[in-house]
């Protein structure tokens, strides 16, 4: 890459300055007697072409003194060189913008990590985007951390079966793991490790098949999701269903039309947690519908009657606009 070029130049600049002035510190003391900081001195402001306080004594100084001018020089040019390239490659603003992409990821918290920027990866990202989630993108491959660049997306180019990339993710403050690689031995460590790390991180990973499907969910996944049978069922339902599934399809995609859905967690200290449906006037309230409820124990209530009591631990799942939908979630905030 010309930006890992560029600053090995750069090293290589430091190196010959470094080295200059280390001969030409010593060749002075050597000749001249003088303090070694008098010695330094003498070759710094004859390297940079400054000056001299006085003419050395002695032709060896004198021709130790010409080295160091052409030495001076001959940097000196390479130094302008170096520089120009670097501002003309956009390596000074580049390595700014890495700085300020470092931080910005360890300041993350509740975020979420794509491991994997395939196809799949992808589009999970874009739905994050058009959600408003936070993430990070981790991928070792380079035209994969490109389209992240290009998209604007927080990433790490690394490999994220590695504990120090995901922490370099900020796996110890994440919300969330997406886990796409194309390879289900490489998805199968990554919740391994994920989960070991963090036994309270939600983990959804991708599989190829039924057979890896259950090694995933023994090593931790919460969820797996197979893209081809997925993709099978939809085009299945669309040519069976073809009403229904274009109405999930609407609910469940963030970059879709202005109805979509929401889950919601009741927690203990929400006001409305042991009230029925009827009695919060969910309807009247938010505009919302809760069309589910998934019980503390697993359990679905699918269409749930008014006279159904939400619980604490319950999840109300509700179909609305975004701002009907922002309603519900106020209406059952903590302490709410």
């Given amino acids: ?181 194309d390879s289900d031995a490489d998805n199968l460590y990554i919740v391994l490790s994920a989960r070991a790390l963090r036994p309270d991180l939600q983990i959804v990973a991708r599989g190829s098949d039924e057979d890896a499907a259950k090694k995933l969910k023994l090593a931790g996944a919460d969820r797996v999701v197979l893209p081809y049978t997925s993709a099978g069922r939809t085009m299945a339902n669309l040519v069976l269903r073809p009403q229904v599934t274009e109405f999930l399809d609407t609910v469940t995609t963030s970059m879709g039309p202005d109805l979509h859905m929401a889950e919601i967690e009741v927690h203990r200290t929400c006001t409305q947690a042991g009230k029925t449906i009827r009695d919060i006037r969910v309807r009247k309230e938010t505009g919302a519908i809760i069309v589910a409820l998934r019980r503390h124990d697993g359990t679905f209530e699918t269409t749930p009657e008014p006279d159904e009591t939400i619980e604490p631990g319950d999840v109300i799942v509700g179909v609305g606009t975004n701002e009907e939908l922002q309603k519900l979630e106020d209406l059952f905030s903590v302490g709410g």
Wanted: charged share 20%.
């Fill in 1 to 181: 890459m010309d930006a890992v070029r560029r600053l090995r130049q750069v090293e290589k600049l430091m190196l010959a300055v470094a080295a200059t002035l280390a001969v030409g510190t010593v060749g002075f003391r050597l000749i001249l007697h003088e303090s070694w900081f008098q010695a330094f001195y003498r070759a710094v402001i004859t390297a940079t072409l400054t000056g001299m306080d006085s003419i050395p004594k002695g032709d060896g100084a004198r021709a130790l003194s010409i080295v160091m001018v052409i030495a001076g020089l001959t940097i000196i040019a390479y130094s302008g060189a170096v520089i120009v390239e670097a501002i003309a490659g956009g390596i000074l603003t580049g390595v700014v913008a890495e700085r300020r992409r470092e931080r910005t990821i360890q300041n993350l918290s509740d975020h979420y990590i794509i491991c994997g920027y395939g196809r799949v990866g992808q589009r999970v990202a874009d739905e994050f985007r058009a959600s408003g989630a936070r993430f990070v993108v981790i991928d070792v491959n380079d035209g994969a951390i490109e389209i992240a660049r290009e998209a604007g997306y927080l990433f790490i180019q690394g490999n994220a079966t590695e504990d120090e990339d995901l922490a370099q993710a900020g796996l110890a403050r994440a919300k969330g793991i997406v886990v796409a690689s």
